[in-house]
């Protein structure tokens, strides 16, 4: 792994984290009002996060498309998103990708409403390959077998996606938490910001919904440059190696996993996630 990584308790963040992980963990305190977005990296994040900045605005799309979507709702874990949630006005709405040991413990006691997006990690896996290439602060690789290995042994940025997945599952159920997934999102996007909007406690007309729908689809989030990452600085995205929003599709990985890999992945996948309940993920 790369020695510019911040390492805390077994796993790699980047060196823009947080500078003590452990007090925002021990004493951030969330509150009741704030809204959060979860999830392993590459699963959806920014598109939640357009969606329930529309939602907040009733689908009036004039705020996505003049302030930028890591503004409206930060980073939680990186210094300068802690920084900007400390002045949100409430309620406040932020992101994180902390696994569930990492993140605040005052959000295990609080009426705080968190979405975790998760994704099938075959896409993940393809998605993160071309995303770490062209962000500036992860390493990365030219060869795809070889960040293949890299995600398999959790060697990634977060560390291991099922170790991820499998910590936040322990809050299913819970009337503060909502699990979706980015296929969900895929399938039937009107029925999934109707869910959304209804866990958020934000009645939406048919208009607004129709709004939301609308601004959020990956064309209209390709062309905003609030919402590309166009205008990320160039010592965190590499622009010229490629673009943050590339396809916005599932079922990628057939195109980049070999017969071997596939069979390699189903069987490190079995392992890790044996004991869940059928059914569960829409890609098994």
């Not at 601004?215 to 989030?221: D, G, I, L, P, T």
């Not at 166009?230 to 622009?239: C, G, K, T, Y």
Request: hydrophobic share 40%; glycine share 6%.
């Amino acid at each position: 792994m790369a020695k510019e990584y911040l390492w805390f308790e077994g796993l790699p963040f980047l060196t823009a984290t947080v500078r003590d992980l452990r007090s925002l963990r021990d004493e951030f305190v969330v509150k009741d009002e704030d809204v959060i977005i979860l999830s392993y990296p590459k699963s959806g994040t920014n598109w939640m996060l357009e969606i329930v900045s529309l939602i907040h605005t009733k689908g009036d799309p004039s705020w996505v498309k003049t302030v930028l979507n890591w503004e409206r709702s930060p980073w939680i874990e990186i210094q300068e998103g802690f920084d900007l949630i400390k002045n949100q006005k409430d309620p406040r709405s932020y992101n994180s990708h902390l696994p569930i040991q990492l993140f605040p413990k005052s959000f295990f006691q609080s009426k705080a409403k968190a979405i975790y997006v998760m994704r099938n990690p075959r896409d993940v896996i393809v998605s993160g390959y071309h995303f770490f290439k062209v962000m500036v602060l992860a390493k990365s690789t030219d060869s795809f077998e070889e960040y293949f290995e890299w995600f398999l042994q959790g060697n990634v940025l977060y560390g291991s996606w099922f170790d991820h997945v499998r910590g936040w599952l322990q809050m299913k159920g819970k009337e503060n938490f909502l699990l979706i997934s980015y296929e969900e999102l895929q399938q039937d996007l009107r029925a999934s910001v109707e869910r959304i909007s209804q866990f958020l406690g934000m009645k939406l007309s048919p208009e607004e919904l129709n709004s939301v729908v609308k601004n959020v689809s990956f064309q209209a989030m390709k062309e905003n440059k609030m919402s590309n990452y166009s205008q990320a600085p160039d010592n965190f995205i590499d622009h010229s190696r490629g673009e943050f929003l590339r396809k916005g599709i599932t079922g990628d990985w057939k195109n980049h996993f070999t017969v071997a890999q596939s069979e390699a992945f189903d069987k490190v996948y079995q392992e890790k996630m044996a004991g869940l309940p059928q059914g569960l993920f829409p890609w098994d």
